[in-house]
Nanobody
Framework: QVQLVESGGGLVQPGGSLRLSCAAS????????MGWYRQAPGKQRELVAT???????NYAYSVKGRFTISRDNAKNTVYLQMNSLKPEDTAVYYC??????????????WGQGTQVTVSS
């Protein structure tokens, strides 16, 4: 029905930057919110940032001022620009989308995850 494909993860030194992308495809009528979550080893998945179709954003306190979420509604794509990365940002980052399908059903979808490692 809907696929979320993430890209942009990798290994970066502390203080560095990475940009994650997530493109949604399939039988999409509309997407209300898109966002990024992360899960570090031994920890629960946590919200990083979300953005609505109208452009309203929400950030975890730990990333405010360092990460920026943006969205291209025409491409059903969400981005996460991560600056001033810290070792504690190391995690698998997951894309999420609140999708209304063409048949009228509304579902929550997740990407497969992309690894971000911050280490010297």
């Amino acid at each position: 029905q809907v696929q979320l494909v993430e890209s942009g993860g990798g290994l970066v030194q502390p203080g560095g930057s990475l940009r994650l992308s997530c493109a949604a495809s399939g039988s999409i009528f509309s997407i209300y919110a898109m966002g990024w979550y992360r899960q570090a080893p031994g920890k629960q998945r946590e919200l990083v940032a979300t953005v609505t179709s109208g452009g309203s954003t929400n950030y975890a306190y730990s990333v405010k001022g360092r990460f920026t979420i943006s969205r291209d509604n025409a491409k059903n794509t969400v981005y996460l620009q991560m600056n001033s990365l810290k070792p504690e940002d190391t995690a698998v980052y997951y894309c999420n989308a609140d999708v209304t399908l063409q048949i009228g059903i509304r579902n929550d979808y997740w990407g497969q995850g992309t690894q971000v490692t911050v280490s010297s």
